[in-house]
């Protein structure tokens, strides 16, 4: 039991919060506290201290504090009380109030600081997304088929490039180049790599390694007096081109990271967890390693941002060179996105905060911050193992080979110097369109015509955009002078549809032109008329 003597000295004004205390705003509380302890000299309370009651709740307390304020009892009640009933603990009015006041000051505060946190997180979010390029048809649900401009809107792609940024040789150069595809359908996703060292012709600068291409346009900009801005544009649009042209593919948006983003978001997120499975020994970095060659040891590891970068850019100690190194790189940006999922970054106000720190100017995209968002609200939904990782070296689709040109060590096609059929056939059915592939229409080719061969070669472009070609043949007759769409599914099956008319460039029929043509299992059949001969 705790007693409590009372107080022989007079009350002083207390200060407060929010200014001094009138000694008349203690006088209830001591008027009441001298009659109680009036018969008997002191008070005895319940043995419940004053910390275990009414100080965690500011509501309670005060709510307490009022009722017994208000209430002053006469001698008699004091000096009588009924033993079962405890006497209740009654705090001073000023010191609930100064500990209700210090509670609603820290949440506030507490809300301040995480409203400031989102606010500058959020602010330094649309100072990095500021867009530019048109929201891609795919990130919209049930997409009219109409805003579809070909085979490959169905999926979002993403030029990824990396370059060294300011203070390292050769700043310009894109040494990492990767197309990220999205099918926001299918919930799946394919990370290819393109070899920095691929010989390509460049319309207006020549030809050149294509991690060249972004470099090389960027300076003639510059040189003509324009913009940092312009300068900065005409680079990534020319090396966006010029992916498009070699790929086969159409991409929807650009992200351009310098070593210094990739290290510190690394860091941000606490690290990568990278399973090492053959041992990366590479003394031409090993400066930058401590003076340790190996720069990562057989097993599971956890990586920061300066050893994950060392890990991905290191191409000299990989018995495949760069395409080892492309590799790796898909493996950490992997690992990367499994952390910042995991880790809840985009919920984590501090996390957003250092994330944009992180890339302040080392970031340029084209992505708005809702496409952003809305990427990243399909992406924390596409696992692991639903993301395959592609090369165009790896066998057995090694499509690339390497050569000389001009004195310099390059890669180029198998199929011969700027013949890009085979990989751009790889490339789309391997990005296969999330429209095409979720309708999956069967459909037939028909020569319509007597050149021979007309119907195999409209039939194998068909596939290489992903078409489901299930039977190329004769029409039962020759005398077709332009090309037919007949659509069987009666325009069920809109995107496969849609796709086609922009294709052939023919409006589809839903009436076949011959009731001898066989349609079982049939969604569309095109004969190819003498005009696709023409065309040739």
């Given amino acids: ?56 709740s500011g509501i309670a307390a005060t709510s307490t504090l009022s009722r017994f304020s208000s209430y002053t009892p006469s001698a008699n009640e004091a000096e009588v009380e009924e033993p079962h009933k405890k006497r ?17 000051i820290l949440v506030v505060l507490c809300l301040g600081l995480t409203g400031f946190l989102f606010g500058k997180g959020y602010f330094k979010l649309h100072s990095v997304f500021k867009g530019g390029a048109k929201s891609a048809t795919a990130l919209q649900a049930n997409a009219d088929p109409k805003l579809l401009k070909g085979e490959g809107d169905g999926r979002v792609n993403i030029l990824v490039l990396g370059k060294g940024g300011p203070g390292h040789d050769g700043p310009d150069l894109t040494d990492t180049l990767l197309v990220a595809s999205i099918d926001p359908i299918a919930k799946e996703a394919v990370l290819l790599s393109i070899p920095r060292d691929m010989w390509v012709k460049v319309p207006g600068y020549g030809q050149m390694k294509i991690n060249s291409a972004y470099a090389n346009a960027k300076y003639a900009a510059q040189y003509k007096g ?40 690394i860091d941000t997120v606490g690290g990568v967890t990278i399973d090492v499975k ?53 493996e950490v940006i992997l690992a990367l996105k499994d ?50 990782s ?84 004769d029409a039962p007759t020759k005398d077709y002078q332009n090309t037919h769409i007949i659509d069987l599914t009666k325009g069920v099956k809109k995107y496969t549809k849609t796709y086609l008319e922009k294709r052939l460039g023919v409006t589809a029929e839903t009436k076949l032109p011959d009731e001898t043509i066989p349609t079982t299992g049939v969604d569309f059949v095109i004969i190819v008329g003498s005009n696709e001969a023409t065309q040739q």
């Fill in 88 to 104: 209740r603990l009654h705090l001073p009015r000023f010191k609930s109030k100064y500990v209700l006041r210090t509670a609603i």
């Fill in 390 to 473: 592609l090369g165009l070296a790896d066998p057995p689709n090694d499509y690339v080979t390497t050569g000389t040109q001009n004195g310099q060590s390059i890669v180029l096609p198998r199929a011969g110097l700027f013949d890009y059929t085979e990989i751009q056939n790889y490339v789309r059915n391997t990005l296969r369109d999330g429209y095409l592939k979720s309708e999956n229409a069967n459909v037939v080719v028909l020569n319509g015509t007597d050149t021979a061969g007309l119907a195999t070669t409209k039939a194998n472009l068909l596939k290489s955009y992903g078409y489901n070609v299930t039977l190329v043949g």
């Fill in 1 to 56: 039991m705790q007693n409590f003597k009372r107080p022989t000295h007079k009350s002083q004004p207390r200060q407060s919060l929010d200014g001094m205390v009138k000694p008349s705003a203690l006088k209830g509380w001591t008027s009441s506290s001298q009659q109680i302890n009036g018969a008997k000299g002191r008070s005895t309370l319940s043995s419940t201290k004053p910390s275990d009651q009414g100080l965690n």
């Fill in 339 to 388: 952390k910042v999922l995991s880790a809840g970054t985009f919920s984590n106000p501090v996390k957003i905060s250092q994330l944009m720190d992180a890339f302040g100017n080392h970031i340029q995209t084209d992505l708005s911050l809702s496409d952003m968002l809305r990427l990243y609200s399909i992406g924390k939904n596409i696992p692991s193992a639903k993301i395959t």
């Fill in 226 to 265: 324009k913009s940092d801005a312009d300068a900065e544009k005409a680079g990534l649009d020319t090396i966006q081109k010029e992916i498009t042209d070699t790929m086969g593919i159409p991409i929807h948006y650009h992200v351009m990271v310098d070593f210094e983003a990739f290290r510190q978001a």
């Fill in 278 to 330: 053959t041992q990366l020994y590479d003394p031409s970095v090993a400066w930058e390693n401590n003076h340790n060659p190996v720069i990562a040891a057989v097993g599971l590891q956890t990586m920061n941002g300066k050893k994950a970068l060392l890990y991905s850019r290191s191409r000299h100690g990989s018995a495949r060179g760069d395409f080892d190194r492309t590799e790796r790189q898909r």
